[in-house]
């Protein structure tokens, strides 16, 4: 064992450290969409507003025909961008020139100010990013929980670059926090060359007084042992076990300066730091035994019995785990209870029915925690439907990452709209979920010697995923039907796969075959070279097998109803292009000063129509009342039954109720064609055909605590 340790350190480092860039440039690209068709010129300052197909850095490049002495500026449409990077300007010369900011910015639009007289001709972007490959994939029947996995990914790749940021445009912080799920997707979605930032962050020295919970949260199973079980690079191991010893026993202070999550109030940090530092000195316990600390033991496992001995007498209250420091259980600190084996099987159904059915307090930082707790007491159905409840407003929206924020409240204070939270934060985890526990591929042994496929797709139908180990692609394709379970592998070289049936997803399990050879009838027959007994437990049938292409099929009865409904399949639809429309509303247009460092930003109402869900209008003078209104001109009949509002940056701000009237000529309106209530983010308006050149939405109702805005606002015409 020793030796394959060794070759795989050595092949780890020959792949992951050899002197590469860590960055990549994919060159210039032409943006998506522009607000305005070039070339094109105007007698008063304008903007050009220019989208990309995601989110990701660049730089905005533009060539103009112009006198001398002219400023343009460009930026990023993502607000956030302004905390870090000031907006780049070019001071023309005579004639034609072009130009590249100097600087990348990340968002999912540019914009350019360009004063009167300057003729833009032509405008693209430089990408660039961490220069690894998208390796991984995961697709199932149901396509909220794909495009979660997608944003996932996106919004992991943007949260990279030198080292794991927090967010690319407000801080670029490399908390441990947020590096922990940001290195654990990276084994799921990138090639190898991604592991040099795992490294770099394992590596990095401790800073005690740098949120020292974060540290918990990292040096446990979740960090150290989940970076050393898919790369086998043992001497990262022994580099950091002495420093890891050495906080644990010596510097860490329960309670002092801990961060574990956002979330909303209730926080039970006295249960969630007493669960994170067992499981770090439980690895802590492996590490020495893999890095020859054998007399460490002794003191590590008196450590380890402490905890256990005391934790149900001080925190077990019939029923769930809570402190003195809560008035009612929290969901982050139960969970991980149940993670980290505090909370034995006979207290998992009263924290499931107490607790985790209930209970919503995490962020979709720690709800990471919560679906793998839900998965580990074989509850994935609602580890399934609690992730797409959450995540319910990040599904369909146009942004093309996951946000700080569920729902965009701020932090703790309940119910608090927060204008600065990030739309691109990468502590979040479909992703990891998605492909280590619901199709449930995850090694076992360092650097993927051994590795199981353990699924716990619940009420999914069709699951493919690609994970690409150290060893190369794992792929695994699954598909049930209310009489067969059939799952196909493909395995790399030098490794062994441990292949589970769940015997959850059957009211009866009769057989199982390998390729046309039943192995399993109740009893293991064996009869398939490559195909061994694993045993059985209360969850799975399971066989070993060795590298190659299998194909496993199970028969009996399989429940095949679902507690959620597949999404419905997108509308056919045709929006109007609106380049030359023209928007006008209630209030005149004027800026709001962003956030808490007051940056002023234009919410006129042509931002409204411009391509961009980052740039909108907001009547910022008073909140929601009736008789405020928002006016496009078409400039020319146009014939629509469909208008959609996007106002997800604002997420609140939906319209309270509202009403559409038409009109011709801007001057003899019509009844309303449409009435009803505004939806969380998204609002999607339909009514009989209508051919108008106007279109005006008035707010009939009233909402005291936010305000009116449109983001971006689409008009159909029937398919």
Same mark, same amino acid.
Not at 470 to 489: M, P, Q
Not at 495 to 514: C, E, N, Q, R, Y
Not at 695 to 708: A, F, K, P
């Given at each position: 064992m020793p030796k394959v340790l060794a070759l795989l350190t050595a092949l780890f480092t020959s792949l992951v450290l050899a002197d590469e860039p860590l960055l990549k440039d994919y060159g210039q690209k032409p943006y998506v969409r522009l607000s305005k068709d070039l070339p094109h010129v105007e007698d008063a300052p304008w903007r050009l507003v220019c989208t990309m197909p995601y989110n990701c850095h660049f730089q905005p490049w533009i060539e103009v025909e112009a006198a001398a002495g002219k400023v343009i500026s460009f930026n990023s449409t993502n607000p956030l961008v302004l905390y870090l990077t000031k907006t780049e300007s070019y001071t023309t *010369?005579? #004639?034609?020139?072009d130009v590249e900011a100097q600087h990348w910015i990340s968002g999912e639009g540019a914009i350019y100010t360009i004063p009167a007289g300057v003729t833009v001709r032509a405008v693209n972007y430089r990408e660039t990013g961490y220069d690894t490959e998208f390796a991984g994939s995961f697709e199932c029947n149901d396509d909220d929980y794909n495009v979660l996995w997608k944003k996932g990914v996106r919004t992991a790749y943007i949260c990279m670059r030198e080292h794991f940021y927090d967010c690319p445009d407000r801080e670029r912080v490399g908390?441990?926090?947020d590096g922990t799920p940001e290195l654990n997707q990276c084994f799921y979605a990138f090639d190898v060359k991604s592991h040099r930032l795992c490294k770099e962050l394992v590596l990095r020295k401790l800073e005690p007084k740098f949120y020292p919970g974060q540290h918990l949260e990292f040096l446990g199973d979740y960090g150290l042992w989940f970076y050393y079980l898919h790369t086998g690079d043992l001497e990262s191991m022994r580099a950091v076990y002495e420093p890891t010893k050495v906080f644990l026993f010596d510097t860490y202070q329960f309670g002092k300066m801990?961060?574990?999550?956002? #979330? $909303?109030?209730? $926080?039970?940090?006295?249960?969630?730091?007493?669960?994170?530092?067992? !499981?770090?000195? #439980?690895?802590? *316990?492996?590490? =020495?035994?893999?890095?020859?600390?054998? =007399?460490?033991?002794?003191?590590?496992?008196?450590?380890? =019995?402490?905890? *256990?001995?005391?934790f149900d007498s001080k925190y077990w209250k019939d029923g769930y785990y809570m402190s003195d420091q809560v008035k009612e259980p929290d969901d982050r600190a139960n969970a991980m209870a149940v993670n980290v084996g505090l909370a034995d099987r006979e207290k998992w159904d009263a924290i499931y029915e107490n607790v985790l059915t209930k209970k919503t307090y995490a962020s979709c930082f720690f709800d990471r925690w919560v679906f793998e707790a839900l998965c580990a007491m074989g509850r994935q159905e609602h580890a399934l439907l609690r992730m797409h409840e959450r995540y319910k407003t990040m599904i369909p929206c146009s942004f093309t990452t996951l946000w700080e924020h569920y729902d965009r409240w701020w932090a703790s204070r309940i119910d608090a709209f927060d204008a600065a939270s990030s739309l691109n934060h990468g502590w979040n985890p479909p992703a990891l979920i998605l492909s280590q526990t619901i199709a449930g591929v995850s090694p076992e042994a360092p650097g993927w010697s051994t590795y199981h496929v353990l699924p716990k797709e619940a009420f999914l139908s069709a699951i493919k995923v690609v994970v690409p180990s150290i060893k190369g692609d794992v792929t695994v394709d699954l598909k049930k039907t209310a009489t067969e379970f059939a799952l196909g592998l493909t395995s790399p070289a030098a490794t062994t796969a441990i292949v589970g049936i769940p015997k959850g997803s059957f009211t009866t399990l009769d057989a199982i075959k390998a390729g046309d050879v039943t192995i399993w009838n109740g009893t293991f027959l064996g009869g398939v070279e490559g195909v061994?007994?694993?045993?059985?437990?209360?969850?799975?049938?399971?066989? !070993?097998?060795?590298? #190659?292409?299998?194909k496993f099929l199970a028969t009996g009865e399989l429940p095949t109803a679902s507690p959620k409904p597949l999404p419905a399949p997108p509308a056919p639809a045709r929006a109007l292009e609106k380049r030359a429309w023209t928007a006008s509303a209630s209030v005149p247009g004027t800026t709001f000063p962003f956030s808490g460092a007051k940056i002023p930003i234009d919410i006129s109402a042509a931002n409204a129509l411009d391509g961009d869900h980052w740039t909108g209008w907001r009547d910022m003078t008073q909140t929601q009342h009736p008789g405020q209104w928002f006016q496009v001109d078409m400039k020319r009949d146009e014939r629509f039954a469909r208008i959609v509002l996007d106002n997800t940056w604002a997420l609140w701000d939906s319209p309270n109720t509202y009403a559409v009237t038409v009109s011709k000529d801007g001057t003899t309106w019509s009844e309303p064609i449409a009435t009803g209530r505004g939806e969380l983010g998204i609002t999607t308006i339909t009514f009989p055909e209508q051919t108008a050149r106007y279109l005006r939405i008035t707010q009939t109702g009233t909402n005291v605590t936010y305000h009116w805005s449109i983001y971006e606002l689409d008009v159909f015409a029937e398919p």
């Amino acid at each position: 064992m020793p030796k394959v340790l060794a070759l795989l350190t050595a092949l780890f480092t020959s792949l992951v450290l050899a002197d590469e860039p860590l960055l990549k440039d994919y060159g210039q690209k032409p943006y998506v969409r522009l607000s305005k068709d070039l070339p094109h010129v105007e007698d008063a300052p304008w903007r050009l507003v220019c989208t990309m197909p995601y989110n990701c850095h660049f730089q905005p490049w533009i060539e103009v025909e112009a006198a001398a002495g002219k400023v343009i500026s460009f930026n990023s449409t993502n607000p956030l961008v302004l905390y870090l990077t000031k907006t780049e300007s070019y001071t023309t *010369r005579e #004639g034609v020139q072009d130009v590249e900011a100097q600087h990348w910015i990340s968002g999912e639009g540019a914009i350019y100010t360009i004063p009167a007289g300057v003729t833009v001709r032509a405008v693209n972007y430089r990408e660039t990013g961490y220069d690894t490959e998208f390796a991984g994939s995961f697709e199932c029947n149901d396509d909220d929980y794909n495009v979660l996995w997608k944003k996932g990914v996106r919004t992991a790749y943007i949260c990279m670059r030198e080292h794991f940021y927090d967010c690319p445009d407000r801080e670029r912080v490399g908390f441990w926090g947020d590096g922990t799920p940001e290195l654990n997707q990276c084994f799921y979605a990138f090639d190898v060359k991604s592991h040099r930032l795992c490294k770099e962050l394992v590596l990095r020295k401790l800073e005690p007084k740098f949120y020292p919970g974060q540290h918990l949260e990292f040096l446990g199973d979740y960090g150290l042992w989940f970076y050393y079980l898919h790369t086998g690079d043992l001497e990262s191991m022994r580099a950091v076990y002495e420093p890891t010893k050495v906080f644990l026993f010596d510097t860490y202070q329960f309670g002092k300066m801990t961060w574990f999550d956002w #979330g $909303k109030e209730n $926080k039970d940090i006295a249960v969630t730091e007493t669960c994170f530092y067992y !499981n770090c000195l #439980g690895t802590l *316990r492996k590490i =020495a035994l893999v890095t020859g600390h054998d =007399a460490d033991l002794p003191a590590i496992d008196e450590k380890l =019995a402490a905890i *256990r001995s005391t934790f149900d007498s001080k925190y077990w209250k019939d029923g769930y785990y809570m402190s003195d420091q809560v008035k009612e259980p929290d969901d982050r600190a139960n969970a991980m209870a149940v993670n980290v084996g505090l909370a034995d099987r006979e207290k998992w159904d009263a924290i499931y029915e107490n607790v985790l059915t209930k209970k919503t307090y995490a962020s979709c930082f720690f709800d990471r925690w919560v679906f793998e707790a839900l998965c580990a007491m074989g509850r994935q159905e609602h580890a399934l439907l609690r992730m797409h409840e959450r995540y319910k407003t990040m599904i369909p929206c146009s942004f093309t990452t996951l946000w700080e924020h569920y729902d965009r409240w701020w932090a703790s204070r309940i119910d608090a709209f927060d204008a600065a939270s990030s739309l691109n934060h990468g502590w979040n985890p479909p992703a990891l979920i998605l492909s280590q526990t619901i199709a449930g591929v995850s090694p076992e042994a360092p650097g993927w010697s051994t590795y199981h496929v353990l699924p716990k797709e619940a009420f999914l139908s069709a699951i493919k995923v690609v994970v690409p180990s150290i060893k190369g692609d794992v792929t695994v394709d699954l598909k049930k039907t209310a009489t067969e379970f059939a799952l196909g592998l493909t395995s790399p070289a030098a490794t062994t796969a441990i292949v589970g049936i769940p015997k959850g997803s059957f009211t009866t399990l009769d057989a199982i075959k390998a390729g046309d050879v039943t192995i399993w009838n109740g009893t293991f027959l064996g009869g398939v070279e490559g195909v061994t007994w694993n045993g059985e437990d209360a969850d799975y049938v399971k066989f !070993n097998v060795t590298p #190659g292409a299998w194909k496993f099929l199970a028969t009996g009865e399989l429940p095949t109803a679902s507690p959620k409904p597949l999404p419905a399949p997108p509308a056919p639809a045709r929006a109007l292009e609106k380049r030359a429309w023209t928007a006008s509303a209630s209030v005149p247009g004027t800026t709001f000063p962003f956030s808490g460092a007051k940056i002023p930003i234009d919410i006129s109402a042509a931002n409204a129509l411009d391509g961009d869900h980052w740039t909108g209008w907001r009547d910022m003078t008073q909140t929601q009342h009736p008789g405020q209104w928002f006016q496009v001109d078409m400039k020319r009949d146009e014939r629509f039954a469909r208008i959609v509002l996007d106002n997800t940056w604002a997420l609140w701000d939906s319209p309270n109720t509202y009403a559409v009237t038409v009109s011709k000529d801007g001057t003899t309106w019509s009844e309303p064609i449409a009435t009803g209530r505004g939806e969380l983010g998204i609002t999607t308006i339909t009514f009989p055909e209508q051919t108008a050149r106007y279109l005006r939405i008035t707010q009939t109702g009233t909402n005291v605590t936010y305000h009116w805005s449109i983001y971006e606002l689409d008009v159909f015409a029937e398919p």
